[in-house]
């Protein structure tokens, strides 16, 4: 097996993409500085053994996506199986303005580059990669309601930038995935994230094309260790995966996350395929 991944420079893409390795499958990521790995020896072994290829790109600029497919599809000998696109950005603070994401699009134009360069030999529905793509919980008019009262103030004080970048990558998933989208229900994005228009951009799948697509959204992420490990010995889950929206509940650790990605989402795709994944400690 195959991965491309996106945003694997560190947490969650990281994380992920080490399990992947850890499993025998081969994996090309894309990086804006593949000198990010020099001093991490696990990887470097990976890299050293034509396990991991690194590729010099950029997620915001359309060539440098459509070099790393290029590569992942040479890497895996004419297939990708799986790709994993966890791209985000941290807001910085601005006195005028709060926590702002520079740039605003981040998360959002970089989704539309990989749509956009896909390769034709991939683009059927016998060839399809299966697409993982992390955006959050709390994003959507909905899913924010179901959050509880105390995170609602902080989710819209200081993410809120990146999670209006979010909305606009789960818009676009919505129409490759031939989703339904209300601006009533899941919010209207904004033009500095997604331009109108969008949906005509050169490259991008016509509408319900895709359909192998889970999105991963997962609560308040923290740096904690990964619980779901442990807890298998004891034959517990340790967090909660349920597909559409949960009531309550806080966080889950970014190396959670990348195990449901893994051990859920890949493994166990048919359960999965075509679904928001909500997840969170009980």
Known sequence: MHAFVLGGSKNIGYYAALRLLEQGTTVTFL??????????EQ??????????TLVAGDGLKLEDVRKGWEAAL????????????????????HLTKGFVLDPP?????????????????LRSPATQPRFVVVTSRGITQH???????ALRGFYGMFLGSPHMDKL?????????MGRP???????ETKENVLPPGWQKLDGLPAEGEFKRVVIVRPALLTDGECRADE?????KPAYKAVAGEEEGGYTVSRRDTAHFIVEGAVKNWDQWEGKGVCLVYH
Not at 43 to 52: F, L, P, R
């Open 31 to 40: 990086l804006r500085r593949t000198s990010v790995f020099d001093n991490d």
């Open 43 to 52: 990887m470097q072994s990976y890299v050293k053994q034509g396990k991991a």
């Open 74 to 93: 040479e890497a895996g000998h004419g297939t990708v199986d799986v790709v994993l696109f966890s791209i985000g950005g941290v807001p910085n603070f």
């Open 105 to 121: 699009d981040l998360c959002t134009r970089s989704l539309l580059n990989l749509f956009r360069t896909m390769p034709p030999a």
């Open 143 to 149: 899913s924010h309601s179901t959050l509880p009262f």
């Open 168 to 176: 606009g990558a789960e818009r676009i998933l919505a129409h490759c």
């Open 181 to 187: 989208w209300s601006t009533h229900t899941d919010g």
């Open 231 to 235: 807890a298998r010995k004891k034959g």
